[in-house]
Nanobody, 121 residues
């Protein structure tokens, strides 16, 4: 079993910042990719940023230069530093981890419960 838990959402004014955290735990052998998705009624769920086990990062164009994805030394904790937040960034943000488990050996695509980010004046 693998658990993925996000935190750090909240309400901020345009131009403000938030830092989201995602912790994966359980029977983890490795995590190939971790990513942040966001979902709104208008956009559905879209990939915002992701980071691979070797540190390769990618971002959707809308957040480039404003958001930074990172993983800690254990590579089981992921962060999304969100700066210069805009109203359009309002969404539920979900953590996703592509996990290779141990006991049993398996490949699992794990999702967190989501954390709400609201940007409004």
């Amino acid at each position: 079993q693998v658990q993925v838990v996000e935190s750090g959402g909240g309400v901020v004014q345009p131009g403000g910042s938030l830092r989201l955290s995602c912790v994966a735990s359980g029977s983890i052998n490795s995590i190939n990719v971790m990513g942040w998705y966001r979902q709104t009624p208008g956009t559905g769920r879209e990939l915002v940023a992701q980071i691979t086990a070797n540190g390769r990062t990618s971002y959707v164009d809308a957040v480039k230069g404003r958001f930074t994805i990172s993983r800690d030394s254990t590579q089981n904790t992921m962060y999304l530093q969100m700066n210069s937040l805009q109203t359009e960034d309002t969404a539920i943000y979900y953590c996703n981890a592509r996990v290779i488990t141990t006991v049993p050996l398996d490949a699992v695509d794990c999702w967190g419960q989501g954390t709400q980010v609201t940007v409004s004046s």
